[in-house]
C-alpha cells in the first residue's frame, strides 16, 4: 500500500458519528432560518463550522484523541446520504439543470433535492434500516453521470487541521450507497442501480486522492446495507464487495480505510470485506452477533485489519454493562486480533448529554448514558482493554451498580401489572369475525346523523399545529399560562376543527390532537413507566427532531389504582359532544409508541409491548364506553422495527400484531376499529397487516398512485380500506379531478363497499390554507364517485347500505 499521509495507526478509541443538530438544535435554527430568508448563507456555514469545531474540542474534552483521526467528519447539513450523492456528482436526471458546468451540485442544488421546488417533488425519505431516522434517497438509472465533488469533504478536514485536528471523513461506502438508491424513472424494466458499480468506483478512487492529500490519514466507508438482506441475491452482493473493496485499496495514495457495519451483522460478506486489503473493520457487537472462531480469525495475524468493536450502544440510552462488555473485548484481544473500541452505530440517534436532563429523577438519570456519555464508555473500555482492568476498577464498580441499582428500583416491576399481563387469555386478543363485525357496523347509526354513506370521507387525525397552538403550548409549559387556561385554549382549538369539518362536509371527524406536542410523546406523559426529556432532540429527518420518550418501568395508565385514568377521552369525550357527526377517537398504538422511545433493555421487547397494549386496551374501552364508535389505533412504525434479516421477521410480526389486537380486542362488535400506516412498501407486511384485524387501513397511497391496492387485492385483503388520495408531505393542493381519478382507480381494486375517503397522513405540519382546499376537493370528488358508484350501469359497485341525502 503506498499512501501520501504519515501512517496513522488506526485509534484505540473512536466513534462511529455524534449528534449534528446540535446541543440546542443549532443547526435546526440556522437551517430553518436559512431557508425562510432570514439568514444568508455565509450565516448558515459559519453556523454549521462552529458547531464542527465545537464538537471536535467536546470530544476531546471527553477523551477522544485530537490527532489521532479519531474524530468522525461526518456532519451533514440534511442528510448522510444526500452529502455522498453530492460528493459523487450522483445528480438524478430530473435535477440535471441545477448542477453546474463542471456537474457538481452547490448547497442550494443539494436543498432542492432535499425540499423540492415549485415543480419538483423532492428526493423520497426511507427509513434507515431499523431506525426512526429518514434519508434522501438517490435515484439512479443507467445514464446517471458520476462526478467527484470533494469540495465540502475537503474543506471539513481543512478547517479542522487549522484548528488543531484531524480528523476522519466520512463517506456512505459504494455498495450500500447503490443498495439505498432507486433506480430512476427513466431506467428499463430490470435495471438495478447496484449495476453502477464499475462506473461509481473510479470517483471513490479519486475522493480519496483528494481526501488523502488534504492531509485525511483514515477515511471511513459507511456500509450498513450488507447487514440486512436484500433483493439482491447473497452471492450478487459478496461480489460486489469483492469488486468494490479491492479495487479501492489498490488506489495509489490513498488514504487508510475504515469500514463500517452498524445495524446488525454483515454474517457471510464479513470475510471478503476482512480480505479486501481495507486496514480496519467495524463490527456492530450490540445488535449484532459476536464473531465466531472463523471470523475472529480474518483480524488475526499480519496483514489482517483492526477489529474495531462497536461494543457500545449507538441507539439507545443505556448505560453499558462495563465489565461484561470489557471481558468481551479481552476475549477478542485474547483470540489475536487487534481491537479497537467504537459504538455500535453513529451516536446520531441518542440525545447529546443527559447532564442536561436536570428535570429526570436522578435515580433515572444514573441508569442513563447519552453521547457524551457513551463517550465516556468508550474511552473507559479502550483504556481497560490497554492497561488492563485495575485502571478502570472504580468506573467498571459504579457502572455496575447503576445497572444493579435499575433492578430493584420503584416502578421497574409492578407486581399488578405483570400479573395482569401474565393472566391474559387468548380470548382477550380476539374479536369476533371481521364479517360478523362488518355487518354490525353497517347498519349502525355511529351518531344521530345516521349511517355512513359510501366511501365515507375522514382525515387521519391531526389538524395543522398552528404556531398559536404551539405557542400556547410552549407558554404552559414554561408555567406562563395556567392549566385551566391552557385546556379552555385547546377546548376552543377543538371546537374550531369540529366545526370547520362540519363546514367542509366530512362524514367523520376528528378532533384534531391539538394537546398533543407528539403522537408518542403525549402518551408516554400519561403512561407511569415512562419519562420525557427537555433536550433530548434526536435528528428524524432534516431539520425535524423528537423527543424519545425513555420507556424505563412497568407501563399503565397514570392515576389511582392499576387502571389509571382515561387521558384521551376528555377531549375526544369534548369533540363529540359539539356535533352529530361521529368522531374517531384517536390513539398510537404499542408497536409505535416502542419504536419512537428509547425503551429498557432488561426485558424481551414482547413483553414491554404487552404492557403497553393493556394500558391502551383500557383507553379503547373508556373511550367506548363514552360514546365513541369509531377508534383509530395508529401503527406508522409497524414496518419500521421489522427486522433486518427474514429469518427475524416472523417471530416480530408475531408479537407486534398480537400486541395490536390485544390493545383493539375488548370493544364490542358494532365498535369499528380504525388503524393507520403511514407508508405504502407492504410487500413484507401485508400479512400483518391483515392480522391486525383493523375494521379499516388508512395507508399512504397518493404519490405511488395507488399501486398498493394491487399488493392487497393479490393478499386477498377484503376490510375497508382508505388508500390515501392527497399527498400531505407537500404544500400542493390535489385538485378535485386528480382526486376522483385517484378514486376511480382505487375502485378497480377495492369494491365500493370497503372504500373510504382520505389523506395520506395527518394534517398537523400543513397550513390551513392549503388544508381547506385540499379538503374540499377531497369531500367533492367523493361525492361524485359515490354518485357514480349509485348507479345501476356497473352491478358489481352497487351499494348496499343507505346512503345519506
Ligand atoms: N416521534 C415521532 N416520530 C416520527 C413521526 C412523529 O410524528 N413522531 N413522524 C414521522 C416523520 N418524523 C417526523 C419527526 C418530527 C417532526 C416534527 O415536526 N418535529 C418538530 C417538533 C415537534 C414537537 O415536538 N413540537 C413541540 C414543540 C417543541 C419545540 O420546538 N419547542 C420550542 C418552543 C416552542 C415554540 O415556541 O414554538 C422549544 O422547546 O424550544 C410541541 O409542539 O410542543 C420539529 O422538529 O420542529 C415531524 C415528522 C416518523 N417519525
Ligand atoms: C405519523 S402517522 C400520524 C397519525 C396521527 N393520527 C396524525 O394524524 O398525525
Ligand atoms: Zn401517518
Redesign the pocket.
Known amino acids: 500500500m503506498s499512501t501520501t499521509t504519515p501512517a496513522v495507526p488506526f485509534p484505540a478509541a473512536t466513534i462511529t458519528g455524534y449528534p449534528r443538530i446540535g446541543r440546542r438544535r443549532e443547526l435546526?435554527q440556522a437551517l430553518e432560518a436559512y431557508w425562510a430568508g432570514r439568514s444568508t448563507r455565509e450565516e448558515l456555514e459559519a453556523a454549521a463550522g462552529e458547531l464542527q469545531l465545537a464538537t471536535y474540542r467536546r470530544l476531546v474534552e471527553l477523551g477522544l484523541g485530537a490527532q489521532d483521526a479519531s474524530l468522525p467528519a461526518a456532519f451533514p447539513l440534511y442528510d448522510q446520504v444526500l452529502d455522498t450523492t453530492v460528493a459523487l456528482g450522483a445528480v438524478p436526471s430530473r435535477f440535471a439543470d441545477l448542477a453546474g458546468a463542471d456537474g457538481r451540485l452547490d448547497l442550494d442544488g443539494s436543498f432542492v433535492l432535499a425540499r423540492g421546488d415549485a415543480g419538483r417533488a423532492p428526493l423520497e425519505l426511507t427509513k434507515w434500516f431499523d431506525t426512526?431516522y429518514?434519508y434522501l434517497v438517490p435515484e439512479i438509472g443507467p445514464g446517471t453521470p458520476f462526478t467527484a465533488s470533494a469540495g465540502r469533504l475537503v474543506a471539513d478536514v481543512r478547517r479542522a487541521a487549522e484548528n488543531g485536528f484531524t480528523v476522519r471523513p466520512v463517506l456512505v461506502g459504494p455498495v450500500s450507497f447503490l443498495l439505498l438508491a432507486k433506480a430512476d424513472d427513466d431506467a428499463p424494466a430490470g435495471f438495478d442501480p447496484l449495476q453502477r458499480l464499475a462506473d461509481l468506483l473510479p470517483v471513490y478512487a479519486q475522493l480519496l486522492g483528494e481526501l488523502a492529500a488534504a492531509g485525511a490519514p483514515w477515511v471511513q466507508l459507511e456500509e450498513p446495507a450488507l447487514v440486512a438482506d436484500q433483493d439482491v441475491p447473497a452471492a450478487r452482493l459478496a461480489a460486489a464487495v469483492q469488486e468494490a473493496y479491492p479495487a479501492l485499496t489498490a488506489v495509489p495514495g490513498r488514504p487508510r480505510l475504515l469500514v463500517t457495519t452498524s445495524y446488525g451483522s454483515p454474517g457471510a460478506l464479513l470475510r471478503p470485506l476482512a480480505r479486501s486489503g481495507v486496514e480496519a473493520v467495524h463490527l456492530d457487537l450490540v445488535k449484532g452477533a459476536a464473531p465466531a472462531p472463523a471470523e475472529l480469525a480474518l483480524f488475526a495475524g499480519e496483514g489482517a485489519p483492526v477489529l474495531v468493536a462497536g461494543a457500545v450502544d449507538g441507539r439507545n440510552v443505556w448505560r453499558a454493562d462495563l465489565a461484561g462488555r470489557l471481558g468481551e473485548l479481552e476475549d477478542l484481544a485474547r483470540a489475536g486480533a487487534r481491537v479497537a473500541v467504537a459504538s455500535s452505530t453513529s451516536l446520531f440517534h441518542v440525545p447529546h448529554d443527559v447532564a442536561e436532563e436536570t428535570r429526570l429523577h436522578p435515580l433515572l438519570r444514573s441508569w442513563l448514558a447519552f453521547a457524551d456519555q457513551k463517550v465516556g464508555e468508550i474511552v473507559t473500555l479502550a483504556r481497560g482493554l490497554a492497561a488492563g482492568r485495575g485502571a478502570v476498577a472504580d468506573r467498571l464498580a459504579e457502572a455496575a451498580a447503576a445497572r444493579r441499582s435499575r433492578e430493584d428500583a420503584p416502578g421497574v416491576r409492578d407486581a399488578a401489572v405483570r400479573e395482569r399481563a401474565a393472566s391474559l387469555t387468548s380470548a382477550e386478543i380476539g374479536r369476533a369475525p371481521a364479517a360478523v363485525r362488518r355487518a354490525a357496523q353497517e347498519g349502525r347509526s355511529f351518531t344521530a346523523s345516521g349511517p355512513l354513506p359510501p366511501l365515507p370521507t375522514t382525515t387521519i387525525g391531526s389538524f395543522p399545529?398552528t404556531?398559536e397552538v404551539?405557542?400556547a403550548?410552549?407558554r404552559h409549559r414554561a408555567g406562563a399560562l395556567p392549566d385551566a387556561e391552557y385546556e379552555g385554549f385547546l377546548r376552543e382549538e377543538i371546537e374550531r376543527v369540529v366545526r370547520l369539518q362540519e363546514e367542509l362536509g366530512l362524514d367523520v371527524l376528528v378532533h384534531g390532537e391539538p394537546e398533543r406536542?407528539?403522537?408518542?410523546?403525549y402518551f408516554a406523559e400519561h403512561l407511569d413507566g415512562f419519562a420525557t426529556t427537555v433536550h433530548g432532540w434526536v435528528q428524524?429527518?432534516g431539520?425535524?427532531?423528537?423527543?424519545?420518550s425513555i420507556l424505563w418501568g412497568d407501563v399503565s395508565r397514570e392515576g389511582p389504582g392499576l387502571r389509571g385514568e382515561a387521558f384521551t377521552v376528555p377531549w375526544i369525550g369534548h369533540a363529540q359532544s359539539l356535533t352529530d357527526r361521529p368522531v374517531k377517537g384517536m390513539l398510537t398504538g404499542p408497536v409505535t409508541i416502542l419504536a419512537?422511545s428509547f425503551v429498557r433493555d432488561d426485558q424481551p421487547l414482547e413483553q414491554t409491548a404487552r404492557q403497553v397494549a393493556l394500558a391502551l386496551r383500557d383507553e379503547v374501552a373508556d373511550l367506548e364506553a363514552a360514546g365513541i364508535g369509531i377508534i383509530q389505533v395508529d401503527e406508522?412504525?409497524l414496518r419500521e422495527l421489522l427486522p433486518l434479516r427474514r429469518a427475524d421477521q416472523q417471530a416480530y410480526l408475531g408479537w407486534s400484531v398480537d400486541a395490536f389486537r390485544l390493545a383493539t380486542s375488548g370493544v364490542r362488535d358494532e365498535t369499528q376499529i380504525h388503524t393507520h400506516l403511514c407508508y405504502s412498501e407492504f410487500g413484507e407486511v401485508v400479512g400483518a397487516i391483515d392480522g391486525l384485524d383493523a375494521d379499516v387501513t388508512s395507508i399512504e397511497a397518493a404519490r405511488s398512485r395507488m399501486e398498493v391496492l394491487t399488493d392487497l387485492e393479490a393478499a386477498g385483503f377484503s376490510r375497508g380500506i382508505g388508500p390515501g388520495v392527497w399527498d400531505i408531505h407537500s404544500p400542493r393542493v390535489p385538485g378535485q379531478e386528480e382526486i376522483e381519478q385517484l378514486l376511480e382507480r382505487a375502485l378497480e381494486h377495492v369494491p365500493a363497499r370497503t372504500l373510504w375517503v382520505n389523506p395520506d397522513c395527518g394534517l398537523k405540519?400543513r397550513g390551513y390554507e392549503e388544508t381547506k382546499a385540499s379538503l374540499e376537493h377531497l369531500v367533492a370528488a367523493a361525492r361524485t364517485a359515490r354518485e357514480r358508484v349509485a348507479q345501476p350501469a356497473g352491478p358489481a359497485l352497487i351499494v348496499q347500505h343507505g346512503s345519506r341525502p
Open positions: 435546526k426512526n429518514h399545529q404556531a404551539r405557542a403550548r410552549a406536542n407528539d403522537m408518542v410523546q428524524s429527518y431539520s425535524r427532531c423528537t423527543r424519545p419512537w406508522p412504525a405540519t
